[in-house]
C-alpha cells in the first residue's frame, strides 16, 4: 500500500453540513479534511516520534512518515501524555495521514474489484480469520478501488502478541501529483464502535480541483 491513501465529495474549502465537525485546509499540500470537533491534530515534532512507538497497522511500509495526524481530546487521559509517551495503549483511534509523490495510475488497480461491488461491501463483509486461525503478528486486508472517484478503499487487520488486534480503514486519494492517504486505526474491539466516524472523516477529505483527476463514468 505504498501507493495509498484518499474523493471529491465537497467543494475545495466547504465545511460539510451539521455541527461538532471542524475542517483542516492544507491548501500548500492541496487538500482538506474534517474531524469531529473533539478531536485535536497532534503536534508535528510529538508526530515525528510517534510512528516508532504506534504500531505499524497505520503504516503501509515501516519508513512511512505521516505528515498530519489526529486523535480524540482527553481520550483515556491527558492526550500529551499519551503522545509523549507514544500512545500505543490509550491514543486510539487514531487517523494518520501521509503524502506521496508517487505516480499512480487507474490501471494497478484494475483487479481490486473483483470480490467487493463497492466500498460499504468492503467495510461491512470483509471479515479477517477468527482469533488463533494465523501466526500472532499476521496482517491482512481487502481492497476496493473506487474508480469514478479515483479513490483506493481498504480495511485490514493486525495483529500484535503484546498489544492484541488492531482494524484499520483506508482510503487513498489519487490525484495527479501522487496520493493523499488517510489511515483511520482502532483496536478491534472497538471497531464497530468507531467505523462510523472512521468513514465520516475518510469520505470527508476533498482534494484541490487545480491537482484532482477527473472524474470516471459511473460506476454499476
Known sequence: MNALALPLLLAWGASPAGEGVHRF???SENFSIALPVAWHEIDAAVLAQMPAALPR???SSPEIKFNH????SGKAGSPEGAESSGGAESGYPWVGITLTKDE???????NTNRVYGSVDELIQKWQPP???ATPPKARMSAMFYDKPRHVLWAVSLSRYSDLGDFRTISAAYITRFGTVQ???CSKAAEY???RPVCREILES???DPRVALTAGPAGK
Open 182 to 184: 488517510v489511515h483511520c
Open 69 to 72: 495526524a489526529f486523535r480524540p
Open 130 to 132: 477468527a482469533l488463533g
Open 25 to 27: 485546509n492544507y491548501a
Open 57 to 59: 497497522d497505520l503504516a
Open 205 to 207: 477529505v476533498t482534494i
Open 104 to 110: 499512480v495510475t487507474d490501471g494497478k488497480f484494475a
Open 192 to 194: 464497530e464502535e468507531y
